[in-house]
C-alpha cells in the first residue's frame, strides 16, 4: 500500500507541472475573452436549470474513468490536464490576473485539492493495472482499480458539490 500512496503523490505532483505548463502557453486577449464568456454562459446556463452540480460531477467522473484505462489513461490525463492549465491562463488573462499566480490560488480551495488527488489515483491505478497486466496477474488488480474507482467518485461528488457551492456563493 505505501509504495501506492507514493506512486499517488508522483503522479500528483506530475499532473501539478503539467498543468503548470498549460499555464505558460500564451493566450490572445482576443482568444482568452472568447473563453472567458464561453465559461460564463455554461456556467450561467447550468445555474438557471440547475444542473451545475450533476455536470461538474459527470464531466470530472468521465474524465477520470478514462484515466482508469490502462496506457491511454496516462497520456490521455496528461493533455486533458495542460489544457486545463490552457483554460486557467485564458480565464486568467481575460481578467487581468497573473495565470500561474491564478493557478497557484485555486489550490487554495479544497476543489482544487480534491479533483487532483481524485486524478493521480485514477492515473497511479492505470499504471498499477498495467503492470499487472504485463505481469499476468491483472484479475487480482482488478479488485484494487474497482475500489480506487469508488474512491474517486466519492472525491469527485464532494469537489462538484463544494464548486457548486463556491461558484453559486460568487
Do not use: C
Not at 498549460?22 to 444542473?51: C, F, H, R, Y
Not at 484479475?139 to 457551492?165: D, N, P, Q
Request: cysteine-free.
Amino acid at each position: 500500500m505505501f509504495r501506492r500512496m507514493m506512486l499517488i503523490v508522483f503522479v500528483f505532483v506530475a499532473i501539478v507541472i503539467i498543468t503548470s505548463i498549460g499555464t505558460l502557453v500564451p493566450v490572445s486577449m482576443e482568444d482568452a475573452t472568447k473563453i472567458e464568456d464561453e465559461v460564463n454562459q455554461t456556467v450561467t446556463s447550468l445555474q438557471q436549470i440547475g444542473g451545475l452540480v450533476p455536470y461538474i460531477f459527470g464531466n470530472n467522473l468521465m474524465i477520470a474513468l478514462i484515466m482508469f484505462v490502462p496506457i491511454l489513461g496516462p497520456i490521455f490525463g496528461g493533455y486533458v490536464l495542460f489544457n486545463t492549465g490552457t483554460v486557467v491562463a485564458a480565464r486568467a488573462t481575460a481578467l487581468g490576473y497573473p495565470p500561474t499566480l491564478t493557478l497557484i490560488s485555486l489550490f487554495l480551495t479544497p476543489v482544487a485539492w480534491l479533483e487532483f488527488i481524485a486524478y493521480s489515483a485514477a492515473i497511479a491505478s492505470s499504471i498499477w493495472l498495467a503492470v499487472r497486466i504485463f505481469q499476468r496477474n491483472g484479475k487480482h488488480e482488478v479488485v484494487h482499480t474497482a475500489e480506487f474507482i469508488a474512491v474517486v467518485a466519492v472525491l469527485l461528488l464532494v469537489g462538484a458539490l463544494v464548486e457548486g457551492a463556491l461558484i453559486s456563493a460568487i
